[in-house]
């Protein structure tokens, strides 16, 4: 059996529900009054932060920041069949999407919500190529990482089943261009042709990375959006204190330790 065939097995089940127990420890800016002290601030609730926050909430405080919003209730966010309204609508503030200009002059846009760019793009998963591990001279646990990307398939990726015409087509399109071979379903990084994961369900309803908030320990993390950070204070080349300042203006200086 194959390994594509044995996450077929495991992702069958369908993630039609949207999970928002994450908003239970959820809070705007303006609202929020932190503690003084943190085991760790992050800056970025995005398709890094989510996860980062929520592994390390297993055994310390965590601060989670994040510049945009809550976009539970935006259709273009939510329904795959809006997801094109994002890139269309994107502005430099007030939507999910931000246009920017990369350090090699493309237009694109990233996210701007919590949850990130896993909450505005066409929701394709693909595990990493094992020639990035090979070459970034990092010796990784590779036990570990076989679990990471299990944590985030079980929690966020369906399969494709069936195929939209747009997929399809293009499925379709590389094999007969000669883009093979043909690996049917597998997350893993091949060369060919393959239908990947998606973070959309059967329903066409998305799954984004802050979702996997969900698996938080709720009492150790602290979520907050709309805010943003103006500065971080260093000492001896350690972060002792990072200063908040939220939209209207209201400071608070935070230590992490």
Not at 88 to 98: F, R
Request: glycine share 12%; charged share 20%.
């Amino acid at each position: 059996m194959t390994f594509g065939n044995i996450l077929r097995s495991d992702l069958t089940k369908t993630k039609t529900i949207l999970d928002e127990r994450y908003l239970g420890f959820t809070y705007e800016a303006t609202d929020f009054t932190p503690a003084q002290e943190y085991n760790y601030i992050i800056v970025g609730g995005g398709t890094a932060g989510c996860p980062l926050a929520a592994t390390l909430s297993e055994n310390y405080s965590v601060l989670l920041l994040e510049r945009g919003g809550v976009a539970s209730s935006d259709p273009n966010v939510l329904n795959e069949s809006n997801i094109v309204g994002n890139i269309l609508n994107a502005k430099d503030k007030g939507t999910p999407a931000q246009p920017f200009i990369s350090e090699e002059g493309i237009p694109n846009n990233r996210g701007n919500v919590l949850g990130g760019s896993s909450m505005i793009n066409f929701g394709f998963y693909s595990r990493a190529d094992d020639y990035f591990y090979m070459k970034s001279g990092i010796e990784l646990d590779t036990v570990n990482v076989e679990k990471a990307y299990k944590w985030v398939e079980d929690g966020v990726v369906s399969i494709p089943d069936p195929l939209n015409t747009w997929q399809n087509s293009t499925l379709q399109a590389l094999l007969e261009s000669g883009v093979g071979p043909a690996n049917g379903f597998t997350v893993e990084h091949l060369q060919g042709s393959k239908i990947g994961g998606s973070t959309f369900d059967g329903s066409g309803r998305r799954h984004g990375a802050v979702e996997l908030l969900n698996r938080a320990h709720p009492g150790n993390l602290k979520v907050v959006v709309h805010a943003t950070v103006d500065r971080i204070i260093f000492s001896s080349g350690v972060v002792r204190q990072l200063e908040l300042f939220i939209m209207i203006q209201k400071g608070f200086l935070m230590k992490s330790t």
